[in-house]
């Protein structure tokens, strides 16, 4: 764990040193305070539905934007094979690289509380919905970032992760989409496999344990492949 806080300080030394993170950060807040204002101007509402909806689209595009330096950038350096020569572990470093662009995003969420206090002060705001919503948010991105991460240990080339990293994120948020399509037998798997689906249950503000196990399971997955793919040693 200390080698994996190594490389979290890192990398989130690499975002704030450069325009990644204000870039990052002034882009999401301005797309969502304008549509959480939209609303509360057109329609008379202060309500978070609008955002909360539209936060997993954005994800979709902002987190493999996020996520595709984080080994490609090293792997294309050179710097990913002087770091390995050290003894940190494959896992380590990509828990670590994992917990830094999470923390990213999670400053990025967090800022948009000023929206929370605005519902809350002119509208009536469900604190226990709010919450659940949060999480699942917190979740998603998680999700979307262990898929972002993997899809940055293909390649050396930014460009190339971050098109597999749309192209994986945007394959979990389809899933459920596609029912209609489906035959009766599959909708269920499918809907299940969908990132949406999930967050959409802590969105209305239910607790599932199914969801959790979910999220789990697929971030799991994600850096499981990330670190088996970083163990090759194959830059391509």
């Known amino acids: 764990m200390q080698n994996s806080l190594v490389i979290f300080r890192k990398e989130m030394r690499a975002y704030f040193n450069s325009p990644i993170a204000y870039i990052f950060l002034a882009v999401f807040l301005v797309l969502s305070g304008w549509f959480f204002f939209s609303t509360f101007f057109v329609i008379n509402q202060a309500s978070l539905r609008g955002i909360l909806e539209l936060i997993p689209v954005f ?120 029912l209609v399509f489906l035959p009766n037998w599959l909708v269920g798997t499918f809907e299940y496999l969908s990132v949406d689906y999930h967050y959409r249950n802590f969105v209305r503000g239910v607790f599932d344990s199914r969801d959790l196990i979910y999220f789990g399971s697929v971030i799991f997955l994600g850096l499981a492949m990330a670190t088996r793919k970083l163990a090759e040693r194959r830059w391509s």
Do not use: C, W
Not at 99 to 106: F, I, Q
Not at 136 to 149: K, Q, S, V
């Open 59 to 178: 994800f979709i595009f902002f987190i493999p934007a996020v996520t595709m330096r984080l080994v490609a950038e090293e792997k294309h350096s050179g710097t990913m094979e002087v770091l390995l020569t050290f003894p940190i572990r494959n896992r380590e470093v990509i828990f670590g690289k994992f917990l830094a662009a999470l923390a990213l995003v999670s400053i990025g969420v967090a800022l948009t509380g000023t929206y929370i206090l605005t519902a809350a002060m002119l509208g009536n705001l469900d604190a226990g919905v709010t919450l659940a919503a949060y999480l699942g948010m917190i979740l998603m991105a998680a999700t979307y970032m262990a898929l972002g991460l993997y899809a940055s240990t293909i390649t050396s080339n930014q460009i190339v992760a971050f098109i597999l990293g749309i192209l994986f994120i945007f394959l979990f948020f389809y899933f459920d989409k596609m």
